[in-house]
């Protein structure tokens, strides 16, 4: 059974940064694609940035150029770097998998991920 666990978060102020972390366990195959999404109160879940199992990556636009996704060689370790940040980034940030491989439209769409982790919840303070 693959399971997600989320690490790194907390309070931060304006201009500040932090680094989130995410561990695959039960690893079997290299095809996982992984993605950080976040949920602040009153807001539905959206997508931050993804990588696919191939290495490429997908950000969304409120965060590039400030967020770095990247992944461990063995592929069980998805890192979030996050610079810059503001008081909108205050949200829940969720590690999510599924097993998919082709196409780039899905990658930060919540709903085609199988996969979850539990959350790890960032607050920035102006």
């Known amino acids: 059974q693959v399971t997600l666990v989320e690490s790194g978060g907390g309070p931060v102020e304006s201009g500040g940064s932090l680094t989130l972390a995410c561990k695959m366990s039960?690893?079997?195959?290299?095809?996982?694609?992984m993605g950080w999404f976040r949920q602040a109160p009153t807001k539905g879940r959206e997508g931050v940035a993804a990588i696919v199992g191939g290495g490429g990556t997908k950000y969304a636009d409120s965060v590039t150029g400030r967020f770095t996704a990247s992944r461990s060689n063995d592929k069980t370790v998805m890192t979030l770097e996050m610079n810059t940040l503001t008081p909108e980034d205050t949200a829940m940030y969720f590690c999510a998998a599924v097993l998919r491989i082709g196409g780039t439209w899905w990658m930060l769409l919540p709903q085609e991920y199988k996969l979850w982790g539990p959350g790890n919840q960032v607050t920035v303070s102006s």
């Open positions: 039960g690893y079997t195959d290299g095809y996982y694609a």
